[in-house]
């Protein structure tokens, strides 16, 4: 099914222009029923897009400023492959402050998902510790000293409490106004180590000098091995110390 899955949505609804949304899904701006709409197509599974719709609509209601699934006309939060959501205005976090207002907003995802259940198909960074692939990961494709290193990185998280991790916190997903903090694009969410989500600029978490160490390792390992091999990939890897 293509973009006609949209006339599920109602009769007044129009895509307007593309949007960056990754190499994964082709992401529109759209007009919906006299506002401004977000849709989006991708590939993944039913179940990967229930997780997903299920997380921001609870989100939202625990009061974080996130995409909001759209129902269609016969209340689907998704329909072949294809989401529509609230569009988000604001800027990108650019001083220390705004930064630390991130930080904030993270852990505070990080508190209400303690309890959340996996991604389907996915695993988190010491799920792959003894596993091979996940989703996007598969350590077989690494050269073996790689894995050594990522693995060595992942070891120094075992036995830290699980939650849902946004998993791509950088300037492009974070919409700032005065009052609020939004979190966008939830494609790299799932249930890890809440170190991943808080290797930020100005080290604005205020992690001390061990515990921003250990995440930026694990989070340097783990980006290698999500995108591996492109160049960012075998840059990031670079960045995790040899075992």
Known sequence: ?????????????????????????????????????????????????????????RLDREGLTVPVPIATTDGRLFADGVVVMTYIEGAAPETAADWRRVADTLRQLHRLTREWPQRPGWRSST????????TKIDLGAMPPEG??????????????????????????????????????DWDEAHVDVP????????????????????AAQASAAWEAAVCWDDEYSVKRLAEVRAV
């Not at 990522?150 to 849902?164: D, E, P, S, Y």
């Open 1 to 57: 099914m293509g973009w006609e899955t949209l006339d599920l949505w109602g009769d007044d609804v129009t895509r307007i222009e593309r949007l960056a949304g990754g190499v994964a899904n082709d992401v529109w701006s759209v007009h919906l029923n006299g506002q401004i709409a977000v849709a989006r197509r991708g590939v993944r599974s039913d179940a990967d897009l229930a997780w997903e719709a299920e997380l921001l609509v």
């Open 127 to 134: 799920d792959l510790l003894h596993a091979d692939t996940g």
């Open 147 to 184: 894995v050594a290193r990522c693995r060595a990185a992942w070891k120094r998280l075992v036995g830290r409490q699980t939650c849902v991790v946004h998993g791509d916190p950088n300037p492009r997903n974070i919409r700032l106004t005065a009052d609020r903090v939004a979190l966008i």
């Open 195 to 214: 170190d991943l989500d808080l290797v930020l600029p100005y080290n604005a978490a205020g992690l001390d000098a061990e515990a921003h160490d250990i």
